[in-house]
């Protein structure tokens, strides 16, 4: 009697299942043909909180998804309807879409690369071994003056960049379908005064080359990670000078507490080490960073954690909130913490606005993958930045302009005294996606 008892009730659970099921199928499909996209994603979440999952449930609730313009809900949803049909060229075409429009590119390409040649060229893919080939450059000024000093006539020294130009070629390469290696040149013109107590003591220029590079890895589940670094080429402003820098390290250039010397030489170099890993999920990318350097002659280690996260599931808007805690030996500042924010917003379909803000010591601070250092004499305190971008099929066009205060210093044998200014930075950036 038990036995059968069990038996019919778990028949009747299963045709209670099968009858819900096909009035579900019903209700969505009536759903999705009224294009009552909202009504029918929740009519999914219901059914899946009674463990009522099928087909045509999953591919109406993706397309309801791509309708609203969440893209990412709508990627999970057309990868477990894929799993189904995998020969689908529709659900192919859909799901690359889904992945291009949420932000997620690597996954983007990864199906890209499998799909048949005519469907390749109607969505305009080419698969190439160059990724993208970048071009930067720009202006910055200060306002570093004499003016704003006159409080500090009798100090020993002031030192100061004024009218920097620079420009960077950056370059991508297609590995394998999982892994990518990006190139970056970089050189930084100044110019560099020096004021002693008599006034302007020497004026120079000051070039920086810098080549850095990034080997990426992405997983099936999401996870990229890899490794990065950079070697710094600095050709000094005064190539027969000594200069002594006090223990405590407030002295010129950057402070290390030790004998700075270029007299034999023509320049000094440094390098960064970094490696980094990241996870996506649906609405969030969660990294996390760790940096080595040599800036100064001292020994840098930097932690840095930033979370990305997409609300709308779509790149309509995005926001990148960071925080980096940096350990400095044989340097001036023991311990530095920056905390930055950037958000960005589509403003038509083929332009885009960035903001970002940035507080903290940026003295020697690695970032971008080391593609960003802030390897200057004087320390930015602080940053704020906006920048407009403009797409035309395969290539971007951007201008911005960033605002750094900067924080420099004035001593003498018994005093030091710190004082801010700003800088002003204009730049245009195009970049190309092959």
């Known amino acids: 009697m038990g036995v059968t008892l069990i038996i019919v009730m778990v028949v009747a659970s299963v045709v209670a299942q099968d009858s819900l099921r096909r009035e579900l199928d019903s209700l969505t499909y009536q759903q999705y043909l009224n294009k009552d996209y909202k009504n029918l994603i929740e009519t999914g979440k219901k059914a899946r909180e009674q463990h009522i999952n099928f087909y045509y449930l999953n591919y109406r ?53 499998s799909l048949a040649p005519h469907m390749q060229v109607t969505i305009g893919y080419k698969p190439s071994a160059v990724d993208y080939i970048s071009l930067s450059g720009g202006y910055m000024t200060n306002d570093n003056t004499l003016d704003i000093r006159s409080d500090f006539a009798g100090n020993d020294s002031v030192n100061q960049y004024r009218d920097m130009i620079f420009t960077s070629l950056g370059l991508g390469f297609n590995l394998s379908t999982r892994s990518r290696f990006k190139l970056g040149y970089q050189v930084y013109n100044t110019n560099f005064e020096q004021y002693t107590a008599a006034g302007l003591a020497q004026t120079d220029k000051l070039t920086q080359h810098q080549l850095v590079g990034t080997l990426e890895f992405f997983t099936e589940s999401n996870v990229l990670w890899g490794v990065a670094g950079g070697v710094y080429f600095i050709e000094l402003f005064d190539r027969t000078a000594i200069y002594i820098v006090g223990g405590s390290g407030k002295g010129f250039g950057p402070g290390t507490g030790r004998i700075f010397t270029t007299s034999g030489g023509k320049s000094v170099s440094a390098f960064s080490a970094l490696a980094f890993l990241n996870k996506r999920f649906a609405y969030t990318l969660p990294e996390i960073a760790a940096t080595y350097s040599n800036f100064g002659g001292g020994h840098q280690y930097q932690v840095k954690g930033s979370l990305t996260y997409y609300p709308l599931g779509n790149l309509d808007f995005y926001g990148t909130t960071a925080a980096a805690a940096i350990h400095n030996q044989n340097t001036w500042t023991d311990t530095q913490l920056i905390f930055s924010q950037s958000l960005g917003v589509k403003l038509t379909k083929q332009l885009w606005l960035d903001g970002n803000v940035s507080l903290g010591n940026h003295r020697n601070y690695v970032s971008e993958r080391s593609f960003l250092v802030y390897d200057t004499y004087d320390p930015v305190k602080a940053i704020a930045g906006l920048s407009l971008s403009c797409f035309f099929r395969n290539t971007m066009l951007s201008a911005g302009y960033q605002w750094q205060q900067r924080e420099g210093y004035a001593y003498s044998a018994i005093s030091y005294t710190a004082y801010k200014y700003n800088n002003d930075l204009l730049n245009i950036a195009f970049t190309w996606n092959l």
Not at 77 to 94: C, V
Request: charge should be negative.
């Open 61 to 113: 609730t993706a397309i309801a998804y791509y309708e609203l313009k969440n893209y990412a809900k709508a990627a999970e949803f057309y990868r477990k309807t894929l799993a189904e049909t995998p020969d689908d060229p529709i659900l192919q075409e859909s799901l690359y879409y889904s992945y291009l429009l949420s932000g997620q590119k690597e996954n983007a390409a990864i199906v890209a690369r």
